[in-house]
Nanobody
Framework: QVQLVESGGGLVQPGGSLRLSCAAS????????MHWVRQAPGKGLEWVSV?????????YYADSVKGRFTISRDDAKATVYLQMNSLRSDDTAVYYC???????????WGQGTQVTVSA
């Protein structure tokens, strides 16, 4: 069955960096776009970023993270990453990776990893 396991979250000071990982199994990872989505306390889901298949040379970002976050993938390891730099308090959220069903739709989600940005 499809499994997505996020890791790398934690507590970081404003301006700091974290790299999230999402290890995938149970499907042909290289054939699917992969997304990151987040949910801040008391708020709804916010889409963060997506990466295409193959070389991963096509990526998209929400305006709120553009220029600070970088998505990447390693098909050999069946893992998608989210490098987060210049973190701000409003980046505090549970971060989920999700498998795309057809590029922009998502059908499987991980359990999430907590990112807290605080001094």
């Amino acid at each position: 069955q499809v499994q997505l396991v996020e890791s790398g979250g934690g507590l970081v000071q404003p301006g700091g960096s974290l790299r999230l990982s999402c290890a995938a199994s149970g499907f042909t990872f290289s054939s699917y776009w992969m997304h990151w989505v987040r949910q801040a306390p008391g708020k709804g889901l916010e889409w963060v970023s997506v990466i295409n298949t193959g070389s991963g040379d096509t990526t998209y970002y929400a305006d709120s993270v553009k220029g600070r976050f970088t998505i990447s993938r390693d098909d050999a390891k069946a893992t998608v990453y989210l490098q987060m730099n210049s973190l701000r308090s409003d980046d505090t959220a549970v971060y989920y990776c999700a498998k795309a069903f057809s590029s922009w739709s998502m059908d499987y989600w991980g359990q999430g990893t907590q990112v807290t940005v605080s001094a």
